[in-house]
């Protein structure tokens, strides 16, 4: 699976895309809204921490465009 994140700075939006090559899976939301997304990401690495590497590129891809945004 890969995630990515982009910003739609006329709308005030971002978008996380999760790919896994045959599905593919997206949701928009309010730019004021990225840090709490960010955290809820980090928080679902610790409450599955089976999963945690998925979550973790979502982190990853989140805080690169949060980055960006500085």
Do not use: N
Not at 17 to 35: C, I, N, V
């Amino acid at each position: 699976m890969s995630s990515t994140a982009t910003c739609d700075s006329v709308k005030g939006t971002f978008t996380l895309t999760k790919t896994d090559g045959k599905e593919s899976w997206s949701g928009t939301f309010p730019l004021s809204q990225l840090q709490s997304w960010i955290d809820f990401y980090r928080q679902q690495q610790l409450r599955y921490p089976a999963h945690a590497e998925t979550y973790g590129e979502d982190v990853e891809a989140l805080e690169a465009l949060a980055a960006e945004l500085r």
